[in-house]
């Protein structure tokens, strides 16, 4: 019996056992393969200051995190009574692309040196963030140790099947190598972290390879950043033990390849070099110009991440080049000495090798004892006593501008500093203009000494509110002063119609180059009309010889219309204001789920596209040979990226975006509008009535909700996201008549809010 009992037992056992573990594995599937409750971010950088006053126990931690959009609250972050700030800005660092769409949030706390802490961001984001700070004294110094710092780049991006290599930007301030390894899980450094097999990991260069073996997704890589002790090549110590270990969270986004792998936008000779370092004084003003070029696809953003206050401004992309200006200005913070600026340019599908560059602010000793600055209303005046410089030689101390003297006698150094001359610099740092100069030393570049060197920055701090001049902030004009309101629109006519139609019933045509990056090329005359080319090369003219290139549009009616004109006009009345259209696309729904190129950066997409040349500088007129179009149903939407443009100087022109000697700077040089997104109706590719004997003109005027010509009526009704001007159409029935645009989105590129010093 009791044998029985035992078995009986051990059974029940068992039996518990196996149920226990089917629950058990129950739960990990619906944790692996449920929908996840909280998001990951999409990307976190800590950067640690040890605290001095409790021998580095505890940390001053710089968090920047990247959450996916919508972006979260900053509620939550501080609670009441710690040491904690979070850092609120009007001008967020933000990106729309991958298409989820993400925001940064920065905030700095102080916590333990050893710290382990899930962090929420928002309802909806959670980071586990693990950090081994110290404390640890150094050796050669007798100092803290400043565990590394690492650059955070935007949201990262590749394509399946194109092998693409990451550097990390990374700094120390004590001259540490510094080495990236995978977070080890088994020691808490993370959570549900994944080593994925198609990340090859170079521990000793901080950086790394996607092979490109991955499908389309996004993907999470956690590291640590540690700073180890140099040691001479020629040792042979293996106990080099990391003095600290901070989090570094990336994200990577793999999205289907629809380009060669060699595509990507590269930065030009204007923008500052990789890991490149500025050095800033007190109230300085850190300034640099990005500038990236792409071939194959035009320029969205460039997502950029840097210091709370970062500026960015001036951001213009017109054909292959996009540009902006950078710009900080280092008022009272408490900020890390190393603050790292961050971009990447972004297209359509495509992302630039990210890049950072380093702010480094200069730590200033105390002033001397006696040493007064007194601000006034048209100066500043500096008393500074000789004791305090000994060792500096006075003949060598200059203001920003040499022609403003600087006196000394035998016991105190003077200078009287105006607030509009001897090189003061002017600053807008929150609601204050801070007046800025520098008393320094200066020597001959071939002059070597080991004499010391002063650099004393100086400033005086003004509320804006109190300075009643205006000129100590000069903006450039809005875009409604210099180009007037301007509406953009696209129609739609048979040759030899429309508003234009004393260009087009003649034509005399302009050869557009191919666009880079096509493929596709043709041999054959860009034209298949009646036209007679007289000329093939780029940027030719050819004359019609004959006005029948608009009859193979008059067939029966359901027959296949061979030719239509796209206009994009524009209301703008002024002279020099010139069109620039970078790119036109069409497809065979409204929604345009799948697209085809017409114009790409300016350039034809077919041989058999071409431009018809007018006298109005503030239109286009496109001839297109619908036999290359893609679409092959009944019906096309038209869409076109549009700027209008006026030259800096009487004598230039607007860049030609097609031309081979395309000029960068006259495109940096030039003012333009907003880029304009529009949209046409619906457009018929078959004969739909028959030909009139007489041209039969139907005005129509566009409003909210507009509508084309009678024929067309029937055909659509257009939502308009602007306002349009009035237009008359003189569409050919047949051709379904004018489709009228409608303004999508606009992107601001016209120069604003540029402060001139």
Partial sequence: MLGSEFVSTRGADMLERIKLSILLQGLTLLVLLGPACKASSLGLTVHVLPLDSDGGNTVRAHFSAIAPTPC?????????????????????????????????????KTVPSNYNATIKLGSDTEIYVSMKAGPQIRGNSGRLNHPAFV??????????????????????????????????????ECVNCTQHSFIELEEDQCSFTFTGKAAAGQYFIHLMAEDMIPTPRTSHTTANKPLSSVPVHLSLTVEESTSSCSSEPVATDETPRVDSTLFVLPYQQAQFDVEFESQQESILEFGAIGPPGLLRVGFKTIGPLATMTMSWVRSENKLARLLPICFAANTRSLQSEPRCVWLYQREMAALPAGTELTCEKTAMTLLLPITSLSDIDLTELQLNSPTCPVTYNSTHLTARISLTGC?????????????????????????????????????????????????????????????????????????????????????????????????????????????????????????????????????????????????VMSNCSIERAEMIVSNC??????????????????????????????????????????????TKGSTMYIECTVNLCIATMPSEKCPDLCARSFNHRALVGSLFTSTYTIRSGPVSLVVTSPAPTTTAVAKATTTAAATTTAAAAAATTITTAAPISNTTSGAPEQASAMAVGVILTTFSIFLQNIFLY
């Fill in 72 to 108: 979260p609250a900053l509620t939550g972050l501080c609670a009441a009574g710690e040491d904690c700030l979070v850092h609120t800005t009007s001008l967020p660092f933000t990106g729309t692309k991958p298409s989820s769409g993400w925001c940064v949030r920065q905030w700095q």
């Fill in 151 to 188: 650059g955070l780049f935007p949201p990262l991006r590749a394509r399946v099947n194109c092998p693409h290599h990451f550097h990390l930007s990374v700094k120390d301030l004590d001259g540490d190598k510094v080495r990236c390894r995978f977070a080890r899980p088994e020691e808490g």
């Fill in 423 to 567: 090189g003061t610099k002017i600053v807008h740092s929150g609601n204050e203009l801070v007046f800025t100069n520098t008393l320094k030393t200066v020597r001959a570049y071939t002059l070597v000494s080991r004499r010391p060197m002063l650099v004393l920055p100086l400033a005086c701090r003004i509320p804006e509110a109190q300075v009643g001049t205006p000129h100590y902030q000069i903006g450039m004009p809005k875009e409604e002063e210099v180009f007037g309101v301007v509406d953009v629109w696209i129609e739609i006519h048979a040759p030899g119609e429309g508003p234009l139609a004393e260009f087009t019933r003649t034509p005399r045509f302009r050869t557009l180059r191919m666009a880079p990056g096509r493929v596709r090329r043709e041999a054959q005359s860009p034209s298949e009309s009646n036209s007679t080319s007289t000329s093939s090369t780029d940027n030719s003219t050819s004359t019609s010889s004959t006005d029948n290139s608009t009859t193979n549009t008059h067939g029966a009616v359901g027959s296949r219309i061979t030719q239509l004109d796209l206009h």
């Fill in 585 to 630: 696309i069409e497809s065979a729904t409204e929604d345009f789920a799948e697209t085809f190129p017409i114009l790409e950066q300016g350039c034809m997409s077919s041989n058999k596209t071409l431009e018809v040349i007018t006298t109005k500088s503030n239109s286009k007129v496109y001839r297109l040979d619908l036999s290359s179009i893609e």
